[in-house]
Each structure stands twice: as C-alpha cells, then as structure tokens.
C-alpha cells in the first residue's frame, strides 16, 4: 500500500500544474496515470500540441510531393511530442516527494484508490486527498458498420496514421472536424464533411460563417448540410457512406472518416460509487469551486463536464490551489469570458458576445470592423484574408470581438486583457503597437467604432 497526501487519478493539466506547485511546497504527491504514451495528457500526446503541428506543418509544405510532405510533418510530430512527454513525465517524477505510477485506478472507497498495472498486478494507493483529471474520450455514434469498419478513425488515431488518407469524410462540424477538414486539406486529401446542422458554424455570426464557408470552397473542402450518415461499409481499401440529406440519399467513398462528434468524461471504470461521488453522464458533479459532493475529492478538466479546453483546465488548478492555500475565492464563475480559437486557415478566434446574441439579447451596442486585406503583416504571413470586428457597449467597453485573420489566436488575448482590466477601447484605439504586426490592426479596428 502507498500513501500520499495528494493523489491524482489522470496526469492531465490539471493534475500535472497543481501536483508540481504541491511538490514545490513539500506535500506527498501520487499520479496515477494508465498509459505510459499519455504522461502529459491528452494536449500534448493527442489532441491541442500535434494537432496544431500538423496544422502548422500543413500550410508550409516542404519539398517533396504530397505524401512526402505529410510523412516529414508526421515524423515531427513524433519526435516534438516525445520530447514534450519526456520533459512532462520528469518534470513531475524527479521530484523528491511525488511518485507517478503507470496503471489504471478506480475507486475502493473515499481514500482508497485500486491501481492496475499492465502486468495485471494491483496495489492500494490512499490519499488524504483525490484528484480526479481523468480527461474525455471520442464518442463514436451508433451508425450501422461505423465501428466496425476499418476505415474509421477518431482524432487521436487519425494524428498518428503512417498511411496519408488521399479523400477523408468528417462526420461533425465542431471544433475537431472544422480543424482537421483545414489541415488534411491543406495537406492534399480530398475532405467531405457531413454535418447534421443545415446552418454551417451554428450560432455563428452570418459574416463570419460566410467568410469560413468561402474559404472552404476555395481549398476544396465540400460541407453536406442537415446530412446524416445512415450507413457505412467496408469495399477494398475504401469505405462507403451512405448519407441522408433533403429526403434522398448518396453515397461517398473516401479513405478514411474521421469520427468528430463530441468527447466523452472518462467516468467509465472509476467505480465512483464506492466513493460515494455524484456524477452524471456530462461528468463528475462539482460545484463552483470543483469540489465533489465527498469533502476530500475534486475533479478537474473535462471530467468534470462541459467546455472541454486545456485553458480551462489550467484555470481549474488555480481553483483547487486557490481554495487549498489561499483564499478560496477564486471560482468557476470567473470562467465566462474566455478567448477561443478554431485553428482554420487563417484561425478564427472570439472572445465575449457575439453580434448576433446583442441582438437577441436587445442589448445596445456599436460595431467597429476592419478587413485583413490592408494589414501589411497579413500579406507578409501570406493569409491577407479575414477581418477584426468587435462590439461596444455604450460606457465604451467591449462586449466582444472576432478575429478572423492570421495570428488572431495571438490578438485575441489583447482584447481578453483589455475586457478583464475593463478599459475603454480608445486604449487599444490609440495604443502604440510594434510594426509590422497583426497587433497594429487594432489601431484601424477601434478607429471605425460606430461607422459601420
Ligand atoms: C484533437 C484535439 C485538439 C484539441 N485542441 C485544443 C486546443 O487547441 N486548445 C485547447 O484549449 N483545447 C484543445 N483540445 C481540448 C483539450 O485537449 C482538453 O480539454 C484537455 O486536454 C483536457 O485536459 P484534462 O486536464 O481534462 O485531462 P487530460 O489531459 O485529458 O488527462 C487525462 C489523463 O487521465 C488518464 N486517465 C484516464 N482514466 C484514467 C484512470 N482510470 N486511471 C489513470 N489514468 C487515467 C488519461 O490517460 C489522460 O492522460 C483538443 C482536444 C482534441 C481531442
Ligand atoms: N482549438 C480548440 O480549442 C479545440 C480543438 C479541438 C477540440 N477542442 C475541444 O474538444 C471538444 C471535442 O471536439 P469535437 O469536435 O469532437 O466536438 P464538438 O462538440 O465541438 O462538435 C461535435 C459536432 O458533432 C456533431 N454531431 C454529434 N453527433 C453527431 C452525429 N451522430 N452525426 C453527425 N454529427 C454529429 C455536433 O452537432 C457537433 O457539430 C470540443 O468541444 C472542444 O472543446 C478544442
């Protein structure tokens, strides 16, 4: 038996950031994490760090044809994420206090955790304290021959394939399936996504969906709206979809679908019962400052249901720390205004209200937007399409803004800091920025408030 004063289920963000700032502090730190390729997590193993490589690596092709180019970024990507596991895994097992166990844990009662190694032994691991960062997990749907076809793949397979899928069908028009139809296309194969929504980018401004849309049509990215996949079936190396949309039906063959329907709380086998742990489907119960309905356990990151984003865990950390060293103030309240960014080319990323929910909302407010075309930078980056908008309210401050341009996942946290700090915008209005940059777009942007 091991005992600990902090043991974590999952060496996730979370997990990882406040495990390192307890060992810093002297405290016994466990992490039980049950793969040997995840110490890290899923960001930098599976999902955020590879995903926005290949990305990156998609849109600034090497010599070489196609495959070439996509055999190069996957051998990269290799090498970048096993350097990034290496330093990850150290960075917490060469502490003097923490140990980091390599098996499966699950739930014996509220401070008593089983741990299954590979080998199929088990040891008991008890913690004064428990954290669970058990992260999520692809859903596959219920489609007949869509798990069983060998031509399927979720992210995490996809983002490790040697074969170079030459035609891919994307089922979901999320966030993963809007990013990866934007690599793999950048890379050559031919993308079909499927999306069940007959609005593309649901909830969207109608500029900015329009805008992604073109761009789409214009890398060859086809979108079947309100389509549904009814049925796929293995023929030779290729698998065919029949999809179901406006009452008829078609038939796609592709290379490989990509399965981009959501993600999952990794609840499935943490035997949470035996603690006593409220959970529901969308995840482990929390309440605002991420604490179980059980005194000693916390959950963090996406296994805690809703957003999923590695941002948001990191901020969880400074919840957890915050309540066990500090005042206890901080909560999941302060999580609202958040920048997101769908890594498209070129990104898009918001930050706050959208125009569209002013209006519904009836709320007041002025426009201020400016087009990427007369940015010099955006020419320089080779991507001058896009644009800045951004919404005022009647004191002057911003009630949110879109950035749809090269480097936007960068601008966007300018905007994030001025919203926090709640400044005017005639700060950033007449704020001198470093030239040439993507930043000095901002001087234009807060110069056409209200002319629009
Ligand atoms: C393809 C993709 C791209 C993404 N891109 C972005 C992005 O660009 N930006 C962004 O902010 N977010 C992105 N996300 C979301 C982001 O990856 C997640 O929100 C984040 O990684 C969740 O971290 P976490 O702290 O919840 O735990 P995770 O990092 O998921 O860690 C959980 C760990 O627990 C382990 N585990 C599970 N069950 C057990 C058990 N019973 N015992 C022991 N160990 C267990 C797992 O192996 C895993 O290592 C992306 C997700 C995907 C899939
Ligand atoms: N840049 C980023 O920050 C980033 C990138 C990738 C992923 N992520 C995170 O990972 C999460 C998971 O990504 P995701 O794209 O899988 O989920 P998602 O929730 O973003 O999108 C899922 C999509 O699948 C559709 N869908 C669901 N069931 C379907 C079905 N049976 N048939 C057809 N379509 C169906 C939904 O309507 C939705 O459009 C995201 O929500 C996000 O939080 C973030």
């Given at each position: 038996m091991i005992k600990a004063k902090n043991v974590y289920i999952g060496f996730g963000k979370a997990a990882k950031t406040l495990a390192f700032r307890q060992a810093q502090r002297g405290e016994s730190v466990v992490v039980i994490e049950e793969s040997d390729q995840m110490y890290g997590g899923t960001c930098i193993n599976i999902a955020c760090i590879p995903s926005k490589l290949l990305y990156e690596l998609s849109d600034k092709p090497q010599?070489?044809?196609?495959?070439?180019?996509?055999?190069?970024?996957?051998?990269?990507?290799?090498s970048v994420i096993g350097k990034l596991r290496y330093s990850n895994f150290h960075k917490l097992a060469d502490q003097k206090t923490v140990k980091v166990l390599n098996g499966s844990a699950s739930f014996i009662d509220q401070h008593t955790l089983n741990v299954k190694y590979l080998n199929g032994a088990t040891e008991e691991v008890v913690g004064e304290r428990i954290f669970i960062n058990t992260g999520a997990t692809s859903t596959i749907p219920?489609?007949?021959?869509?798990?069983?076809?060998?031509?399927?793949?979720?992210?995490?397979?996809?983002?490790?394939?040697?074969?170079?899928?030459?035609?891919?069908?994307?089922?979901?028009?999320g966030y993963i399936g809007m990013e990866f139809a934007t690599t793999y296309s950048q890379f050559g194969s031919k993308v079909t996504m499927i999306n069940r929504n007959a609005e593309f980018m649901?909830?969207?401004?109608?500029?900015?969906?329009?805008?992604?849309?073109?761009?789409?049509?214009?890398?060859?990215?086809?979108?079947?709206?309100?389509?549904?996949?009814?049925?796929?079936?293995?023929?030779?190396?290729?698998?065919?979809?029949?999809?179901?949309?406006?009452?008829?039906?078609?038939?796609?063959?592709?290379?490989?679908?990509?399965?981009a329907t959501g993600r999952?709380?990794?609840?499935?086998?943490?035997?949470?019962?035996?603690?006593?742990?409220?959970?529901?489907?969308?995840?482990?119960?929390?309440?605002?400052?991420?604490?179980?309905?059980?005194?000693?356990?916390?959950?963090?990151?996406?296994?805690?249901?809703?957003?999923?984003?590695?941002?948001?865990?990191?901020?969880?950390y400074r919840i957890v720390y915050n309540q066990l060293y500090a005042s206890g103030t901080k909560t999941t309240e302060e999580q609202v205004i958040v920048p997101k960014t769908i890594f498209l080319m070129p990104p898009l990323s918001q930050i706050g209200m959208s125009e569209?929910?002013?209006?519904?909302?009836?709320?007041?407010?002025?426009?201020?937007?400016?087009?990427?075309?007369?940015?010099?930078?955006?020419?320089?980056?080779?991507h001058p399409n896009g644009f800045y908008k951004v919404l005022i309210d009647k004191e002057d401050h911003i009630l949110g803004a879109t950035i749809y341009a090269p480097e936007a996942h960068e601008i966007i946290n300018i905007i994030s800091l001025a919203m926090h700090a709640n400044l005017p915008y005639q700060m950033l209005r007449d704020q001198i920025y470093s030239h040439p940059t993507m930043a000095e777009g901002l001087n234009d942007l807060f110069e056409t408030i209200g002319m629009n």
């Open positions: 010599v070489g044809g196609l495959k070439d180019n996509y055999k190069m970024a996957i051998t990269k990507k290799r219920d489609i007949p021959g869509l798990k069983e076809s060998s031509r399927t793949v979720t992210s995490t397979d996809l983002l490790d394939q040697d074969h170079f899928p030459q035609s891919l069908a994307i089922i979901g028009g649901r909830g969207m401004d109608q500029d900015v969906s329009q805008a992604v849309k073109q761009n789409f049509d214009k890398a060859g990215i086809e979108v079947l709206q309100s389509a549904e996949v009814i049925r796929v079936q293995d023929q030779g190396s290729h698998a065919v979809l029949t999809v179901a949309s406006d009452g008829s039906e078609s038939q796609i063959m592709v290379d490989m679908i990509l399965v999952k709380p990794n609840i499935q086998g943490l035997n949470l019962e035996q603690a006593g742990i409220r959970y529901t489907e969308a995840g482990v119960a929390v309440d605002d400052h991420l604490r179980t309905n059980v005194q000693n356990i916390w959950a963090m990151g996406d296994v805690r249901g809703g957003a999923q984003f590695t941002f948001l865990s990191l901020d969880d569209r929910e002013a209006l519904d909302k009836k709320i007041e407010y002025r426009t201020g937007k400016v087009a990427v075309a007369g940015m010099p930078k955006a020419h320089i980056l080779g």
